[in-house]
């Protein structure tokens, strides 16, 4: 059975040219992602998670390009990211710990003393799931200068993290 649900009739979705073709929503993992406007050489889907914190609900996106129904193996990827987010955020958190405390990074004294706290200052995380087995988790809060302006993306290959930076207007 598929994980996306047939569109429906009305304003969710599109009627004319490729848009058709999309889903309105995708399921996965229980989770509703709605198709989202993007350019046109892209599909994206975007649903919240509720965080069991009581903090804002955590954004998850599944971005195709270029546009088109995602295949089973992107599907997999998101139900697992989904299902297994707060591990994951985990995941990335002990990675910036450990990584940030390289020379490239340019952290400041103040900087590298906040990575011995209990919490990271890396707050408000987003997952973005891409169809090339590659996804993100994107830290939109952050009092390290590297998340100016627009957060800290840690990139994973599959279940482990593979790199991060701070990302600029340039990204």
Same mark, same amino acid.
């Given at each position: 059975? =598929?994980d996306?649900?047939?569109? =429906?009739?009305?304003?969710?979705?599109?009627?004319?040219?490729?848009?058709?073709?999309?889903?309105?929503v995708?399921?996965?993992?229980?989770l509703a992602?709605?198709?989202?406007?993007?350019?046109?050489?892209?599909?994206?889907?975007?649903?919240?998670?509720?965080?069991?914190?009581?903090?804002?609900? *955590?954004?998850? =996106?599944?971005?195709?390009?270029?546009?088109?129904?995602?295949?089973?193996?992107?599907?997999?990827?998101?139900r697992?990211?989904?299902?297994?987010?707060? *591990?994951? *955020?985990?995941?990335?958190?002990?990675?910036?710990?450990?990584?940030?405390r390289?020379?490239?990074?340019?952290?400041?004294?103040?900087e590298?003393?906040?990575?011995?706290?209990?919490?990271?200052?890396?707050?408000?995380?987003?997952?973005?799931?891409?169809?090339?087995?590659?996804?993100?988790?994107?830290?939109?809060?952050?009092?390290?200068?590297?998340a100016?302006?627009?957060?800290?993306? *840690?990139?994973?290959?599959?279940?482990?993290?593979?790199?991060?930076?701070?990302?600029?207007?340039?990204?």
């Amino acid at each position: 059975m =598929s994980d996306y649900g047939a569109p =429906s009739s009305g304003s969710d979705v599109e009627e004319s040219g490729a848009d058709a073709e999309l889903p309105a929503v995708l399921h996965v993992a229980g989770l509703a992602l709605s198709r989202v406007e993007s350019p046109p050489s892209l599909a994206c889907w975007t649903g919240y998670l509720l965080d069991p914190a009581g903090a804002a609900p *955590v954004a998850t =996106s599944l971005l195709i390009e270029p546009a088109a129904p995602p295949d089973e193996a992107t599907l997999q990827l998101a139900r697992d990211v989904v299902s297994r987010f707060d *591990v994951f *955020v985990n995941q990335a958190l002990e990675y910036c710990r450990t990584r940030f405390r390289e020379r490239h990074f340019e952290l400041t004294t103040e900087e590298l003393s906040w990575l011995d706290l209990p919490e990271l200052p890396l707050g408000a995380p987003e997952a973005t799931v891409w169809p090339d087995q590659t996804w993100a988790i994107r830290f939109t809060e952050s009092r390290l200068r590297l998340a100016d302006p627009h957060g800290i993306l *840690v990139t994973f290959n599959g279940t482990q993290p593979a790199d991060v930076q701070g990302i600029d207007d340039e990204q």
